[in-house]
């Protein structure tokens, strides 16, 4: 696998906040997340959805936990990109608005993508 992010910058599975009113209750640890900055600079909070570049949830058998509950908390946050993947198709959420994603694309395995956020 090619990155286009620098290594530094690409941690697995650590928590990282997300909307004020959910932080109390959800504590969210993505399959992957690319940050702005090293993860050793966030010594006092988790990084927060302005920190974040790119979240990627890999849904096997909790697709559906995936594809909602997580998927919503992620667009309350605003973090504005979120690939789910499953069944060798890739879905992307973009645009959050008003808790939710206004936009859902699919690509087959036979398709390319790239993420609109780059280092």
Known sequence: M???F???YVETEVPI???P???PTRSLSPDIIVIKSKYST???ANPGPQDLQLVVEVAYSA???DRSTKANLYA???IPGVLDVE???MLVHRDPRNGTYASLIVYSDRESVAPLASS
Do not use: M
């Open 6 to 8: 620098e290594f530094e």
């Open 2 to 4: 090619i990155s286009i």
């Open 63 to 65: 697709l559906d936990f």
């Open 76 to 78: 309350r946050a605003g």
């Open 42 to 44: 966030f010594t006092k």
């Open 87 to 89: 069944g060798r198709r």
């Open 21 to 23: 009113d959910d932080n």
């Open 17 to 19: 906040d997300v909307a």
